[in-house]
DNA sequence: CCGAGATAGTTAATATGTTAAGTAAAACTG
DNA sequence: CAGTTTTACTTAACATATTAACTATCTCGG
């Protein structure tokens, strides 16, 4: 419940800037994830976000439809599709990121440099210790 | 994302257990929240279980047709209803919490006690922090 | 080269999340 | 006390999440 309700003050945060511009965050992952690449395995995209496959399809639909993500044949592997940014969305995403950092730097002003980066070290060392534990399938 | 990667990761292992009685996570917390209490608030369980009002019509909708929970009149207050447990979900919760609690003591054993106390003010402190600031309207 | 099994994505069905708008009962105000 | 505002919920419309099933490729051992 603790990990929710910061993590929906955060993304609240995120979300005043990001509806601006009609994104969602899941959408802005993206954005953020395909930016300076020429394309990006679907799969590999998901992993990246945090975006099961099944989600991705129907956002990479409604992204693709307003000219967000375009998609190129992979000619290495017929069964996977490369998805890359646009003109448009690249000029989007250097028009939005500014206002994006600004919340980061936010973040780091409430709790400070030091225990910001404890905060991450302890979310990451619960996230490794549940990842393998008890799992020996 | 390093919140929601982690979240994720916590709340896999509560789906795991969950999911074997047909419960969503959200449906566990309203559960849980209304343990011990003979009625509870519609807005009052969606605060404390952080699931928005409008999720909550659904969700209680479906809990009812299962009869996990119950409306009463609140004759106090004839804009709002409390939401109870039933006798089946009483029993349910006794069932499922022995599980659940053990979930929680394999958090405490990754992390130990100290840590996991840490993680939970530096949450409380950035929830807090976003929570007041810049929001002067 | 072939067929079993592994991969990358999509589809489908159900449950929530998110915003905005609508409804009915209280509380407030002149 | 009528009129306005607030509060508690519901409805509606759209975007995601979650799990399972399905399709098209690929990979590999034989």
Redesign the pocket.
């Known amino acids: 419940m603790a990990l929710l309700r910061t993590r929906?003050a955060v993304?609240?945060r995120f979300?005043v800037v990001l509806?601006q511009y009609g994104?969602?965050e899941?959408?802005w992952r993206i954005l953020r994830a395909l930016e300076g690449r020429e394309g990006l395995?679907?799969?590999?995209?998901?992993e990246q976000c945090?975006?099961?496959?099944?989600?991705?399809?129907?956002?990479?639909?409604?992204m693709e439809s307003r000219g967000l993500t375009r998609r190129k044949a992979?000619h290495a592997?017929?069964?996977?599709?490369?998805i890359a940014l646009t003109v448009e969305s690249k000029a989007l995403v250097e028009r939005i990121k500014p206002q994006i950092v600004e919340v980061y730097a936010e973040i780091e002003r409430i709790l400070g440099r030091r225990k910001l980066e404890q905060l991450y070290a302890l979310l990451e060392e619960l996230e490794n210790g549940l990842g393998t534990a008890s799992e020996p399938c």
Chains 1, 2 share one sequence.
Do not use: F
Request: hydrophobic share 35%.
């Open positions: 929906e993304v609240q979300r509806s994104l969602t899941q959408q395995e679907i799969s590999l995209l998901a945090q975006i099961q496959l099944p989600s991705m399809t129907g956002i990479l639909k409604r992979n592997d017929g069964r996977s599709i490369l």
